[in-house]
């Protein structure tokens, strides 16, 4: 079973556009963390943010805004006023430690287009 | 500040060939991550080490082998090489197996088979 879901495999908008990419975490540990990356043409994973199982509080960093919420299980990412160069794919990752070391799962990716 | 550096950034091999990865994590992280990512596919995890001794085993082929050296960088052996092993291969580094949830990527290195 996928551990994280990322049901929107490609999301298109417009320049300017916000758009918010959905992902949803499936754990039993209480510790663990939660990630996102981009993933440009050119292949390199950019790190965005990590947030860990305890922090509930959203984040804003420019255009970029995280909601995470533990009763839904969810960690969606909102661009605001998208711009050409958002175009990526966009994973959500979870880091959780069953065996005592965190090893991050993917979801299957958002591929995010912003046209001019 | 120094980041995860992996080579060959690109290679190209052919059917039944065997191919090397190299990884060099951060300085003073322990723990070392190899991650597959096959076209059009998110990141598999194939396998870890943390202190030179593997730690962790994903989905990584008998095909291949890996290893963390003294210096604790990393190297990642395919042998027998098949057109589906075309992929993306990343590594990334930690500090204690990644307990902070502190992981970084190096940019990759593309393997194509022919």
């Known amino acids: 079973a996928q551990k994280v879901t990322q049901a929107q495999t490609e999301i298109s908008v417009v320049e300017k556009e916000d758009v918010t990419l959905d992902c949803v975490y499936e754990t039993r540990d209480t510790t663990y963390y939660l990630f996102w990356y981009k993933q440009p043409p050119s292949g390199e994973l950019v790190f965005l943010i990590r947030r860990n199982s305890f922090d509930e509080q959203n984040e804003i960093s420019g255009r970029y805004s995280w909601n995470f919420q533990k009763s839904t299980s969810s960690f969606n990412f909102t661009i605001t006023a998208s711009q050409v160069v958002d175009s990526a794919v966009y994973f959500c990752?979870?880091?959780?430690?069953?065996?005592?070391?965190?090893?991050?799962?993917f979801g299957r990716g958002t591929s995010l287009i912003v046209h001019p | 500040a120094a980041g995860v550096i992996q080579s060959p950034r690109h290679l190209i091999k052919e059917k039944r060939e065997t191919a090397t990865l190299k990884c060099y994590p951060i300085p003073r992280h322990d723990t070392v991550y190899w991650y597959q990512q096959g076209p059009g596919q998110d990141p598999q995890f194939l396998i870890s080490?943390?202190?030179?001794?593997?730690?962790d085993k994903g989905s990584i082929p008998d095909r291949f082998s890996a290893q963390q050296f003294s210096d604790y960088h990393s190297e990642l052996n395919m042998s027998s090489l098949e057109l589906g092993d075309s992929a993306l291969y990343f590594c990334?580094?930690?500090?204690?197996?990644?307990?902070?949830?502190?992981?970084?990527f190096g940019e990759g290195s593309r393997l194509t088979v022919l």
């Open positions: 990334a580094s930690s500090a204690g197996r990644g307990t902070t949830g502190e992981l970084f």
């Open positions: 080490f943390y202190e030179k001794m593997q730690s």
């Open positions: 990752a979870l880091s959780e430690a069953p065996g005592g070391s965190y090893i991050p799962t």
